[in-house]
């Protein structure tokens, strides 16, 4: 297969993955028999968007949903393409040879309103330079964690693994594990999952694997969002959820590598920002 051809193969899957996800999630807003059912169940909004710098170089689409389980949820794909900058060039694998790049994926985020429902964040995505390769993950960030929800969601992605590599669930969850931390917090973003980046082994291999990463995500969340969304919360709860959003806002704001990808690659600026939480505290 050509190279031309794989990243079309790639583009068409995280469009199909975006819509499969959708639909699930407008599913459980039909489904919600707790608070707000006086509300009409939430349905995403689309808007598409191209480059500033330059409309034929790519551009994306956004789908935004408020809803009455979904806070605000945004599930974005993107395909664009051009020059990176020598200096951020120097620091993507394969640019410094030639600046020249072509970026395709797919980016979640949700935030709930039941602070017993987990957040969740979600991407994988496929880039090439005069390399390419494949990179993303899913892990939960939940405001009052729960023991079975983070063992269900770490068993998901383990079989999900181990499907495609013995040592990919250990060596990709202690990537989470280091990466989603804060620093000037001392402590983690949340319950970790699983990261991986500049996986470039076999292609059809390594986009098999992508595959089922998004594909054990639509199956293990929505269990996990219909576990808690018709059970009551106090409002000291809530005001937990709110604090915690805050520290989540901070690690993508400071530390989160995609913002500052999609930042200096002429993205949509909305869309990039669309993680951050439409509600949140600092004491």
Not at 113 to 141: C, E, Q, S, Y
Request: aromatic share 14%; hydrophobic share 35%; net charge negative.
């Amino acid at each position: 297969m050509s190279t031309e051809a794989q990243k079309e193969k790639a583009k068409i899957w995280f469009e199909e993955l975006r819509d499969q996800i959708c639909h699930s999630f407008e599913k459980i807003e039909d489904e919600i028999t707790g608070v707000y059912t006086d509300l009409d169940p939430g349905r995403f909004e689309r808007t598409k968007w191209f480059r500033e710098d330059d409309p034929a170089k790519g551009g994306g689409t956004m789908a935004v949903m408020k809803g009455r389980v979904f806070e605000k949820v945004g599930v974005n794909v993107s395909t664009v393409y051009g020059e990176f900058s020598p200096e951020f060039a120097a620091q993507i694998p394969g640019a410094d040879k030639d600046p020249r790049f072509w970026a395709s994926g797919i980016s979640l985020v949700a935030h709930m309103h039941n602070p017993k429902v987990p957040a969740v964040h979600m991407n994988t995505r496929h880039i090439v330079t005069t390399r390419g390769w494949f990179g993303g993950g899913a892990d939960l960030n939940a405001a009052i964690p729960n023991h079975f929800d983070t063992k269900d969601f770490h068993k998901a992605l383990k079989k999900c693994c181990d499907r495609h590599g013995d040592d990919y669930y250990e060596k990709y969850k202690k990537w989470c594990d280091e990466y989603f931390y804060v620093p000037h917090r001392n402590r983690a973003r949340g319950e970790g999952g699983i990261f991986y980046d500049q996986l470039s082994t076999d292609w059809d291999r390594d986009f098999a694997f992508t595959q089922d990463v998004g594909r054990t995500f639509n199956e293990i969340y929505p269990a996990l969002v219909r576990r808690h969304m018709n059970k009551e919360w106090t409002f000291e709860e809530r005001e937990e959820l709110l604090y915690y959003r805050g520290l989540y806002a901070e690690f993508n704001l400071v530390y989160d590598r995609g913002t500052a990808f999609g930042l200096k690659t002429g993205g949509n600026v909305d869309a990039i920002l669309m993680s951050l939480p439409p509600h949140a505290k600092w004491k």
